[in-house]
Nanobody
Framework: QVQLVESGGGLVQAGGSLRLSCAAS????????MGWFRQAPGKDREFVAA????????LYADSMKGRFTISRDKAKNTGYLQMTSKKAEDTTVYCC?????????????????WGQGTQVTVTS
């Protein structure tokens, strides 16, 4: 299995940018589709984006398009989520996830491996 550790969360001003990282260890990360979800207190986990094993294809939630960019560096076994134009509603915990498959999906229970999450707080 693969282990995932997120980093890069913290405080960011509204309108600002932040990049999250997801470091993978264990199995060959390039065999996994990687994704990001987020979860606010008291709410269901929400899909953000996913990226293919090669990094050549990506999938975004409609509300995230244009502001968020997912990428991965296979040599570093690391995935990234670049977030721009941060809004107050982006304040939540962001989790990295992975699935041993070639298919992109926004469905949470199709992902088997999860990181602990990193908190992002947008300040006004």
């Amino acid at each position: 299995q693969v282990q995932l550790v997120e980093s890069g969360g913290g405080l960011v001003q509204a309108g600002g940018s932040l990049r999250l990282s997801c470091a993978a260890s264990g199995r060959t990360f390039s065999n996994y589709v990687m994704g990001w979800f987020r979860q606010a207190p008291g709410k269901d986990r929400e899909f953000v984006a996913a990226i293919s094993r090669s990094g050549g294809n990506s999938l975004y939630a409609d509300s995230m398009k244009g502001r968020f960019t997912i990428s991965r560096d296979k040599a570093k076994n690391t995935g990234y989520l670049q977030m721009t134009s941060k809004k107050a509603e982006d304040t939540t915990v962001y989790c990295c996830t992975a699935r041993l498959s070639a298919r992109l999906t926004s469905i949470e229970d199709r992902y088997a491996y999860w990181g602990q999450g990193t908190q992002v707080t947008v300040t006004s």
